[in-house]
T-cell receptor, first 117, second 111 residues
């Protein structure tokens, strides 16, 4: 149980285009999901907390107009990178809090590697 | 001061040895503690969580928590080359959903 999927796993796009990444909890409901970014050989950086049915909470320094988050259902959150630029190239990982978890354990999706040319 | 601190390593141990990974946290309100394993190019995978002082064992893994010292550790017995990865320590407050991650410790298990 507690499986999280992400789609796509890898995307290459041209500078200026928008990219949407989906995060789904497959066997549980997730009121809360998180979006992280990780650059090579660096630690996870929390970008935002996504709550079903409400606006996402962004971390300091993360542009909410550039990284649009929608959490329209209890099993799906999406991250759209708008007008992507090469510096947005990174590994984007979502995680979800299981409704069965008691201790706030997060389960991570497999990640999406974004390359902006 | 970082909220969750880990030695970045790399920590190198021979196959079959015990690997000891350490972590300290600054928020005394933290109630739950987690160890994640992350292979290169992959996303983190939850190995264990602990919320009570003392030891918690699961197979070759033992998590240890000392809230008075604000210290969490992970012991890996009979280390295998497949254990080579980055291990992330994380802490969360009770009722709060935001989990604070350490930067991770890279572990190499030499065959």
């Amino acid at each position: 149980g507690a499986v999280v999927s992400q789609h796509p796993s890898r995307v290459i796009c041209k500078s200026g285009t928008s990219v949407k990444i989906e995060c789904r909890s497959l066997d549980f409901q997730a009121t809360t999901m998180f979006w992280y970014r990780q650059f090579p050989k660096q630690s996870l950086m929390l970008m935002a907390t996504s709550n079903e049915g409400s606006k996402a909470t962004y971390e300091q320094g993360v542009e909410k107009d550039k990284f649009l988050i929608n959490h329209a259902s209890l099993t799906l959150s999406t991250l759209t990178v708008t007008s992507a630029h090469p510096e947005d190239s990174s590994f984007y990982i979502c995680s979800a809090l299981s409704d069965r978890g008691q201790y706030n354990e997060q389960f991570f999706g497999p990640g999406t590697r974004l390359t902006v040319l | 001061q970082k909220e969750v601190e880990q030695n970045s390593g790399p920590l190198s141990v021979p196959e079959g040895a015990i690997a000891s990974l350490n972590c300290t946290y600054s928020d005394r309100g933290s109630q739950s503690f987690f160890w994640y394993r992350q292979y290169s190019g992959k996303s983190p995978e939850l190995i264990m969580f602990i919320y009570s002082n003392g030891d918690k064992e699961d197979g070759r893994f033992t998590a240890q928590l000392n809230k008075a010292s604000q210290y969490v550790s992970l012991l890996i017995r009979d280390s295998q080359p497949s254990d080579s990865a980055t291990y992330l320590c994380a802490a969360a407050r009770a009722g709060g959903f935001k989990t604070i991650f350490g930067a991770g410790t890279r572990l190499f298990v030499k065959a």
